[in-house]
């Protein structure tokens, strides 16, 4: 089973805020990382695809990029919206598996 | 509109058993693959186990043996039958749509308490 390592556990922020996430993966997975938003009360929110592909109507503050194991997500500059728990999901190998989660909180 | 709604979730006693359903809408079950995954109370996700469109599934080890996930075509809607339920399958469980790269559609989730 791949693990995701997601660092740091949460992250204080102030909006307008650059935010940098991390996920390591255990062992390669290509470029088969899927970045997700939740908001408390509510299911997750595909953010981002295969590392670097913004999905349907995800504002262009997000970005992915990485490869192979080490991956980053980039909030250029934080919205009042924005702060929420971020996982990663690798679709590598079965079993699928989510890092642990990133929460981006107000400072 | 894409649309699921998952229905099934309550307070268990452990070693009991559960059905959990998930009705879709504007689109077909036996179409795509579709998932299930869960969040512990206070925790991060996990998946949970999937069918593809020909039928196979794949299950996470912790629920082998004791789950199982399945699709009614004619009612376009996922079950997930849980059995011999244990107190750390306590979870929100979500159905998703898993669009072969990402889960694409979700659901609000159905609570499952097992305690005694």
């Known amino acids: 089973e791949i693990v995701l390592t997601q660092s740091p556990a949460t992250l204080s922020l102030s909006p307008g805020e650059r935010a940098t996430l991390s996920c390591r993966a255990s062992q390669t997975i290509t470029t088969y990382l899927a970045w997700y938003q939740q908001k408390p009360g509510q299911p997750p929110r595909l953010l981002i695809y295969?590392?670097?592909n913004r999905a349907t109507g995800i504002p262009a503050r997000f970005s992915g990029s990485g490869s192979g194991t080490d991956f980053t997500l980039t909030i250029s500059s934080l919205e009042p919206e924005d702060f929420a728990v971020y996982y990663c999901l690798q679709r590598n190998s079965w079993p699928q598996t989510f890092g642990q989660g990133t929460k981006v909180e107000i400072k | 509109e894409v649309q699921l709604v998952e229905s099934g979730g309550g307070l268990m006693q452990p070693g009991g058993s559960l059905r959990l359903s998930c009705a879709a809408s504007?689109?077909?079950?036996?179409?795509?693959?579709m998932s299930w995954v869960r969040q512990a109370p206070g925790k991060g996700l996990e998946w949970v186990s999937i069918i593809y469109r020909d039928g196979t599934t794949y299950y996470v080890d912790s629920v082998k043996g004791r789950f199982t996930i399945s699709r009614d075509n004619s009612k376009n809607t996922l079950y997930l039958q849980m059995n011999s339920l244990r107190a750390e399958d306590t979870a929100v469980y979500y159905c998703?749509?898993?669009?072969?790269?990402?889960?694409?559609?979700w659901g609000q989730g159905t609570l499952v308490t097992v305690s005694s």
């Open positions: 504007g689109f077909s079950v036996s179409s795509n693959y």
């Open positions: 998703a749509r898993w669009a072969e790269i990402y889960y694409d559609y």
């Open positions: 295969d590392a670097s």
